[in-house]
Nanobody, 125 residues
Framework: QVQLVEAGGGSVQAGGSLRLSCAAS????????MGWFRQAPGKERELVAAISRSGGGTYYADSVKGRFTVSRDNAKNTVYLQMNSLNTEDTAVYYC??????????????????WGQGTQVTVSS
């Protein structure tokens, strides 16, 4: 079955950086786009970044554009999220996700149907 396991969360001061990773198993990783979502307390889960199957295409929410970078290593079945210039509004649980179908648009949040357990990112001022 599909398994997505995030790692790399933690606490950091504003202006700092973190790198999240997501190890995937149970499916052919290289033929699926992948995404990163986050959910802050009292807010809806939002798609913040996504990457195409080859890694040649990416999507970023406006709130993270220019600060976050999504990448993938298909040989390692892993997707990454490099987060720089973090601010307190980035505090959330971050989830790795996979679309239900491999040909669905990776920039549309409603195409995702598989989720990891999440990793907490806390940014303090």
């Amino acid at each position: 079955q599909v398994q997505l396991v995030e790692a790399g969360g933690g606490s950091v001061q504003a202006g700092g950086s973190l790198r999240l990773s997501c190890a995937a198993s149970g499916f052919t990783f290289s033929i699926y786009p992948m995404g990163w979502f986050r959910q802050a307390p009292g807010k809806e889960r939002e798609l913040v970044a996504a990457i195409s199957r080859s890694g040649g295409g990416t999507y970023y929410a406006d709130s993270v554009k220019g600060r976050f970078t999504v990448s993938r290593d298909n040989a390692k079945n892993t997707v990454y999220l490099q987060m720089n210039s973090l601010n307190t509004e980035d505090t959330a649980v971050y989830y790795c996700a996979r679309p239900v179908g491999r040909l669905l648009s990776f920039s549309q949040a409603n195409t995702y149907g598989y989720w990891g357990q999440g990793t907490q990112v806390t940014v303090s001022s």
